[in-house]
Nanobody, 117 residues
Framework: QVRLVESGGGLVQAGGSLRLSCAAS????????MGWYRQAPGAQRELVAS???????NYADFVKGRFTISRDNAKNTVYLQMNSLKPDDTTVYYC???????????WGQGTQVTVSS
């Protein structure tokens, strides 16, 4: 099992930036893949971005060119740099980890991101 602790959410104006962090502890192999999802009230959780231990990344179309996912394997931490934020980006963001990007099994508690217009 892996414990994931997120930080970095908050309130920002449209066009601004935020950086989310997620520190993992526990089984290292269970963090071969890490990522960020988001979920608005009443909506399904959707992938924002993912990254493998080797650095292969994948992004949702709605964040391409604005968000960047990265990780520090030595610290077992994944980051999400969010630039050019829009009010539509307002929601709770969840860190996730798993053996592969198709098998995310561990989840953080979520961090709120609010973008004001």
């Amino acid at each position: 099992q892996v414990r994931l602790v997120e930080s970095g959410g908050g309130l920002v104006q449209a066009g601004g930036s935020l950086r989310l962090s997620c520190a993992a502890s526990g089984s290292i192999s269970s963090t071969n893949a890490m990522g960020w999802y988001r979920q608005a009230p009443g909506a399904q959780r959707e992938l924002v971005a993912s990254i493998t231990r080797g650095g292969t990344t994948n992004y949702a179309d709605f964040v391409k060119g604005r968000f960047t996912i990265s990780r520090d394997n030595a610290k077992n931490t994944v980051y999400l740099q969010m630039n050019s934020l829009k009010p539509d980006d307002t929601t709770v963001y969840y860190c996730t980890a798993g053996l592969t990007t198709n098998r995310f099994v561990s989840w953080g508690q979520g961090t709120q991101v609010t973008v004001s217009s």
